[in-house]
């Protein structure tokens, strides 16, 4: 179907759901009321008319979960507003939440809503349905009634067998599958929510979802935003079920991932409408887009097995493992995660199953570190092939040296060490003895404190969880060996371990010496002087190549200073690059803040109080304006990431183009927000005295800007050569997806490279991005910066909002000493930032 049914639209609108937000259902047997969020209402409708035929005049909804009926009045009512007749029947166990479901359905014509348990007796049976919603108690054991289950079992419910007793829901997906009108008849679909243990569980559960898929009945899985359900952060998935051929193709399942698609409006965690629409688009098109693909239904198929490996004159090693994607586990399997030879051999007999989280499907995480390893030309390994035995969690405050030894922290503080615990390091360490003829406790030690050996180790941590609600390493050996497996390290040949190691130390040694020197020359100031020329070169000449690495608005600003002839002119250029800086820093905050539509007006209206009460704005931005923006937009970037909620995790690494947590925080980081206070409060004390101070003075003031600019460099790290800032071109619309032309704008020369990168979604030509060349959702920069004709030779020049004139904006350029001059809408900015731009005052004039 190429056009949305015209219900689609009813369910975005603010006064068509419920008087409240949030409406009744049950959890775990008992009547809880305010669990089916109007997020969840609508994903359940968009779900349910994905596909369904706008020609179709009367449609069947059977609810047996009812609860009051929020979700199924929001679809009710949907259908009647595009003209359509709709049969409406709903069960809820609970009597109270009958009687509400009935007073609810008190306007609609043919809507019965009853008491009963929908397990036991169908009050409705003969009722064929055309949609059927799942929107079930969480966690249900149905042992007390397994007696009456089995008995109704025997008279044909429950033809895809029983699951496990500790939870119903595969039940009532039976029933609901059971209830469809039968594919001659035109057939019918499934909309259900389900947690994520319900799609992964084994045993009975498995062996449900194996018939369930293996009869062609499962068409799509969708990872939602967790907090969406009422007073729990239970994460959910929407899965829908068709037995109409139509619906569903051959071996294939739709996936998506709407994982950081959500806002946050007074503590309340909603999905974007967007989402929904994205959503509700994939299902109806089968086509991929930024957040949806179809999967083989093979790449559902997980293996798991029981390994072990002999030790000489020690205890063998024994633990669970598991594959993805129908990856068999088999010798070219062990060989590949394990090494050559490494001793590991498989014990017992393999179980597979369908694993429905599309979680493995959906994220690259473990492809991306072994591609980074390969292209180094190491040898990946799963550290637990590397262990003489057991890894073993202990006290950090363990203080004794142990050889071969090495130690990791679980928690946020301090870092891998071998020998004994990093004394910064707090709770609990996993204590690691390797097997140092194949790889050293200090590499292994200086590697896992690497960029790519934090991702890894990030990686293992979420693997190995045995929690679907929250992310930790367990204590038990099963769950430390499972982490060991999960942890993916490089082997290279002894020499580079070696070498990698010793100059790892070296170069913390130099850290150290560093920090003792700058220690020392406030005990001997005579030396300060000396002290700096020891080291100002190497700094200077890696202050060059940094250049390359920024964004080219910035790099060029800073370029200008750097080839400036006089002191006066040099510290203009670098007070204007600093500025740049600010102002570029700024933009890209304020322009990730805008992921979450719901907190980026509260800190926006936040930075709109703090401008206002320093007697500043946005009309006539400042440093102080960029610095006052920088601050607030990472205060609230921070405590994100320090909550570790998975899903604003999720969002936050989606946003920055993938990054991993880690980057994004040297970004964010404090240290760096308050260098660029400390400069903006030395250029108001230096402004206005440039003419009249000495040229020591000056030089004095320059060599403090560019020793900012190293502290800034060691903040960010590799930070900007991760991330690029490109200008879109044409987009080509390919089978795999979308291939956009760039013009890559870093460093400080043009005219730019340009490239084709693969993107989730198309970039608006003309626009700058921030991306890498495989993201999802490259990043939008506001309207604060951009890229115009050059005043003079250059090929491109980059421009900064300075100031609002009327229906006009001034941006200028830092890359000259001119700073020429560009205009630009000033409407459109403050309909982009309405928050930062306030209206003014309206002038009644005066009485005499």
């Not at 025997?154 to 029983?162: E, P, R, Y």
């Not at 693997?463 to 992310?471: E, F, K, P």
């Not at 800086?581 to 700024?586: D, I, Q, S």
Request: hydrophobic share 40%; aromatic share 6%; glycine share 8%.
């Amino acid at each position: 179907m190429k056009s949305p049914h015209p219900a689609l639209e009813y369910i975005f609108g603010s006064d068509n759901a419920s008087e409240n937000p949030a409406e009744g259902t049950y959890q775990s047997g008992h009547y809880a009321g305010q669990s089916t969020s109007r997020s969840l209402a609508q994903v359940l409708a968009a779900g349910c008319l994905a596909r369904l035929n706008p020609e179709q005049s009367h449609v069947s909804i059977w609810d047996p979960t009812a609860g009051t009926g929020f979700a199924g009045h929001l679809l009710v009512l949907a259908l009647q507003s595009a003209g359509v007749t709709v049969s409406y029947r709903g069960q809820d166990i609970q009597s109270e939440a009958a009687q509400a479901g009935r007073t609810r359905f008190e306007g609609v014509a043919d809507a019965e809503v009853s008491a009963g348990d929908s397990l036991l007796v169908d009050n409705y049976e003969g009722f064929a349905a055309d949609l059927v919603l799942v929107d079930g108690p969480i966690a249900m054991s149905w042992a007390s009634i397994e007696p009456q289950v089995r008995a109704r079992q025997q008279t044909g419910a429950f033809a895809h067998g029983l699951p496990q007793r500790t939870d119903s829901s595969w039940l009532f997906v039976s029933l609901a599958l059971e209830k469809l009108r039968d594919p001659s008849d035109g057939g019918g679909r499934v909309v259900a929510l389900l947690p994520p243990s319900v799609l992964s569980r084994g045993g009975a559960s498995a062996r449900v979802r194996t018939r369930i898929v293996e009869a062609g009945l499962l068409e799509s899985v969708t990872r939602l935003p967790n907090g969406l359900l009422a007073d729990t952060n239970v994460p959910l998935y929407l899965v829908t079920f068709s037995n109409r051929p139509r619906d569903v193709e051959r071996r294939k399942v739709r996936v998506a991932d709407l994982q950081a698609q959500f806002t946050t409006v007074e503590r309340e965690r909603q999905i974007l409408p967007s989402a929904v629409r994205d959503l509700e688009s994939g299902l109806r098109t089968g086509k991929p887009g930024p957040r949806n693909r179809t999967a083989d239904v093979t790449e559902f198929l997980r293996t798991d097995a029981r390994l072990s490996r002999s030790i000489p004159g020690r205890p063998n090693l024994s633990w669970r493992t598991t594959t993805f994607r129908g990856m068999p586990v088999d010798q070219s399997c062990l060989a590949e995660r394990y090494g050559e030879n490494s001793g590991v051999t498989l014990d017992g007999d393999l179980r597979t199953s369908f694993d429905l989280n599309p979680k493995h499907i959906l994220e690259n995480d473990e492809r991306a570190i072994l591609k980074e390893l390969q292209g180094l030309g190491w040898e990946p390994r799963r550290l637990v092939s590397l262990l003489h035995s057991a890894p073993m969690a202990m006290k950090s405050t363990v203080s004794d040296v142990v050889e071969g030894r090495v130690f990791v922290p679980t928690g946020h503080q301090g870092k891998v060490s071998a020998g004994s615990p990093d004394p910064a390091a707090s709770g609990r360490v996993l204590a690691l003895e390797v097997n140092e003829d194949l790889i050293t406790a200090r590499f292994l030690a200086a590697w896992l404190n690497s960029e790519l050996g934090i991702a890894s180790r990030i990686r293992a941590t979420e693997a190995g969880s045995a929690s679907h609600h929250y992310t930790a390493v367990g204590s038990g050996q099963a769950s430390l060996m499972r982490w060991a497996d999960e942890l993916i390290v490089p082997v290279p040949d002894a020499r580079t371990q070696t070498l990698l190691a010793t100059e790892d130390e070296r170069l913390a040694s130099f850290q150290a010496e560093l920090e003792n020197e700058r220690a020392d020359i406030w005990n001997s100031p005579e030396k300060a002087e000396a002290t700096v020329r020891r080291y100002a070169k190497v700094f200077d000449n890696s202050l060059d190549t940094w250049l390359e690495d920024l964004p080219f608005p910035v790099a060029s600003a800073l370029r200008t200073a750097t080839t400036a002839e006089s002191t006066t002119d040099m510290l203009q250029s670098y007070l204007r690059g600093w500025e740049a800086m600010a102002a570029f820093h700024a933009t890209v905050l304020l322009s990730a803040s805008r992921a979450d539509p719901g907190r980026s007006a509260e800190v926006e209206d936040e930075i709109a109080r703090k401008l206002q009460s320093e007697n500043i704005g946005m009309e006539r931005a400042s440093f102080g304006t960029w610095n006052v923006v920088i601050e607030a937009t990472t205060s609230r970037l921070r405590k994100t990431v320090n909550r570790g909620d998975d899903d604003e995790i999720a969002q936050l690494r989606r946003t920055f183009s993938g990054l991993g947590v880690k980057t994004i925080s040297r970004f964010i980081d404090n240290e760096l927000t308050q260098t660029f206070k400390a400069v903006g409060r030395n250029r108001n004390d230096w402004s206005g005295h440039v003419g009249h101070t000495s040229e020591k003075e000056k030089a004095e003031r320059i060599s403090s800007l560019v020793a900012n600019l190293h502290k800034a460099r060691g903040i960010l790290g590799d930070f900007w050569s991760q991330l690029l800032l490109v200008r879109a071109g044409m987009v080509d619309p390919t089978r795999s997806g979308l291939i956009q032309a760039v013009e890559i704008a870093v460093g400080t020369s043009t005219p730019f490279i340009r490239d084709n990168f693969e993107v989730g979604q198309f970039m608006i030509k003309g626009e700058l991005y921030l991306t890498r060349k495989d993201s999802e959702a490259p990043l939008p920069l506001g309207g604060f910066v951009t890229l115009g004709p050059a005043p003079e030779s250059a090929q491109f020049t980059s421009y900064f909002y300075s100031r609002t004139e009327g229906e006009e904006t001034r941006l200028i350029t830092y890359q000259d000493a001119e700073a020429s001059e560009i205009r630009g809408n000033a409407v459109a900015l403050r309909k982009e930032y309405p928050r930062l731009f306030p209206k003014p005052a309206l002038d009644h004039g005066r009485s005499e």
